[in-house]
C-alpha cells in the first residue's frame, strides 16, 4: 500500500525547533519530488516546501524561508522538515505530500494523515 | 508569488451540476490539480493536472480550462461530495519551482 506516515508535532514555545519526519512505503520514493504543506486551524492549504527526488533542489514560499529547512534520505524513504525560530503563525497540521509525475502541473497525489504543531507559550 | 482565487462558498442541490473556479496567471502556464477535503481528513487528489480522475473518484468529477481558469465540475452532485475543495498550480515566477493554492470553496449540497 501506497503510504506517507508523518510524525514529530506537538507543542513547542515561540522561538523553538521541532523536526518533522514522515516515512514513505509502497512506492519508490526516490522517483518522487516530495511536499510538506500545511493547513493552521480553519484556514486552507499552504504549501510550504518541496525537494528534487535527488535532493538537490529545494524551494521554500516566503513566509518560511531561512527558517526551515526540508530534507530527504532516500536511503531510508524518509522526508523531514527542521523548523526553527518558530511563530504562532506556524501552528497548523502539517501534511506530506507526494507529487505525482504531471507535466507542467504539480499534482500531489498521496498525502499523509498529518501532524499537528502548536506553537504556544 | 502567484496567487490563485477561488471563491469562498458554493452550493448545489442535490443531484444538480456545478462548477467551482480557479483563477490565476499561473494557470495560463501550467495545469490545475484539484483536491477534496473533508472534516477532520487529509486532502485527497480528484482531478489531476491532465484532468484526469485518480483511481476511486467518481467520473461525475471532470476538470476543465480556459485561459487563466480552471474549472472543477460535478455532474449530479451527491451528499458525499459536501467538502472543501482546493486548487493548486505551480508558482510561475521565474525559476522558482514553488506551489500555489487557491484559497478553497466550500461546497455544500442542499
Known amino acids: 500500500e501506497v503510504q506517507l506516515v508523518e510524525s514529530g508535532g506537538g507543542l513547542v514555545q515561540p522561538g523553538g525547533s521541532l523536526r518533522l519526519s514522515c516515512a514513505a512505503s509502497?512506492?519508490?520514493?526516490?522517483?518522487?519530488?516530495m511536499n510538506w504543506v500545511r493547513q493552521a486551524p480553519g484556514k486552507g492549504l499552504e504549501w510550504v516546501a518541496n525537494?528534487?527526488?535527488?535532493?538537490?533542489?529545494?524551494y521554500y514560499v516566503a513566509s518560511v524561508r531561512g527558517r526551515f529547512a526540508i530534507s530527504r534520505d532516500n536511503a531510508k524513504n524518509s522526508l523531514y522538515l527542521q523548523m526553527n525560530s518558530l511563530t504562532a503563525d506556524d501552528t497548523a497540521v502539517y501534511y506530506c505530500?507526494?507529487?505525482?509525475?504531471?507535466?507542467?502541473?504539480?499534482?500531489?497525489?498521496?498525502w499523509g494523515q498529518g501532524t499537528m504543531v502548536t506553537v504556544s507559550s | 508569488s502567484s496567487e490563485l482565487t477561488q471563491d469562498p462558498a458554493v452550493s448545489v442541490a442535490l443531484g444538480q451540476t456545478v462548477r467551482i473556479t480557479c483563477q490565476g496567471d499561473?494557470?495560463?502556464?501550467?495545469?490545475a490539480s484539484w483536491y477534496q477535503q473533508k472534516p477532520g481528513q487529509a486532502p485527497r487528489l480528484v482531478i489531476d493536472?491532465?484532468?484526469n480522475r485518480p483511481s476511486g473518484i467518481p467520473d461525475r468529477f471532470s476538470g476543465s480550462s480556459s485561459g487563466n481558469t480552471a474549472s472543477l465540475t460535478i455532474t449530479g452532485a451527491q451528499a458525499e461530495d459536501e467538502a472543501d475543495y482546493y486548487c493548486?498550480?505551480?508558482?510561475?515566477?521565474?525559476?522558482?519551482?514553488?506551489?500555489?493554492f487557491g484559497g478553497g470553496t466550500k461546497l455544500t449540497v442542499l
Open positions: 493548486n498550480s505551480r508558482d510561475s515566477s521565474g525559476s522558482y519551482l514553488g506551489v500555489v
Open positions: 509502497g512506492f519508490t520514493f526516490s522517483n518522487y519530488w
Open positions: 505530500a507526494r507529487e505525482g509525475v504531471v507535466v507542467a502541473a504539480t499534482t500531489f497525489d498521496i
Open positions: 499561473s494557470l495560463r502556464s501550467y495545469y
Open positions: 493536472g491532465k484532468n
Open positions: 525537494i528534487k527526488k535527488d535532493g538537490s533542489e529545494k
